[in-house]
């Protein structure tokens, strides 16, 4: 069955670090998104991308990359681990177009010490 | 940016009684969606809703967008044990191209 994966699932680094959350979708979706989820704050969209090559910021993109080389991965990276950005990450994707469900990865939960 | 205001915050109820929750915007949406959200899971689609005054069901569960276009809303039938989650709403505004979240909604079912 399609499906949309995500890892690690749990992660612990230090201030400074560089980390990369992967996200892995079979659902030949053209549209992948990265949110973090914190208590009081609800989903909030860190960037997105509507194909191959085209990655754009969303409302909380600062100190987050991304890139899209292929349809099936978004890999969200952290430059440099803050401990602003100890949160639950999820990937999220959708067919595009009209269609506008999204379909949630199970996860990443990120501490930053 | 777009506010979703999600309410009840959060609720307990006693097995088998019904649920209603809403979420209401100050601008036009064109797509509403529900979510529910499990302990350490991600949000799942539960119902898609694209017309105003679209009434749809999924099993125990009835979302409508609302007449204006402003809100929606999400009933639970019959409530079970397993229904305990968080549920969130999403709308796509007119002239946007991603999602707004509502804040959820907890729901707490007592045997």
């Known amino acids: 069955d399609a499906e949309i994966t995500q890892s690690p699932r749990h992660k612990i680094t230090e201030t400074g670090r560089q980390v990369t959350l992967a996200c892995h979708q079979t659902?030949?979706?053209?549209?992948m998104f990265w949110y973090r989820q914190d208590l009081g704050h609800g989903l909030r969209l860190i960037h997105y991308?509507?194909?191959?090559?085209?990655?754009n910021k969303g409302e909380v993109s600062d100190g987050y990359s991304v890139s899209r080389s292929n349809t099936e991965d978004l890999p969200l990276t952290l430059e440099s681990a803050a401990s602003s950005q100890t949160s639950v990450y999820f990937c999220?994707?959708?067919?595009?177009?009209?269609?506008?469900?999204?379909?949630f990865g199970p996860g990443t939960r990120l501490t930053v010490l | 940016g777009q506010q979703l205001n999600q309410s009840p915050q959060s609720m307990f109820i006693q097995e088998g009684e019904d649920v209603s929750m809403n979420c209401t915007s100050s601008?036009?949406?064109?797509?509403w969606l529900w979510y529910k959200q499990d302990p350490g899971e991600g949000p799942v689609l539960l119902i898609a809703l694209y017309k105003a005054g679209e009434l749809t069901s999924n099993g125990r569960l009835t979302a409508q967008f609302g007449i204006t276009r402003k809100d929606s809303f999400l009933n639970i039938s019959a409530s079970i044990p397993s229904d305990v989650g968080i549920y969130f709403c999403a709308g796509l505004p007119i002239a946007a191209s991603k999602l707004t979240f509502g804040t959820g909604t907890r729901l707490q079912v007592t045997l």
């Open positions: 659902w030949n979706h053209n549209n």
């Open positions: 999220a994707s959708s067919v595009g177009g009209e269609l506008t469900e999204q379909f």
């Open positions: 601008s036009i949406f064109n797509t």
């Open positions: 991308s509507y194909g191959v090559q085209d990655t």
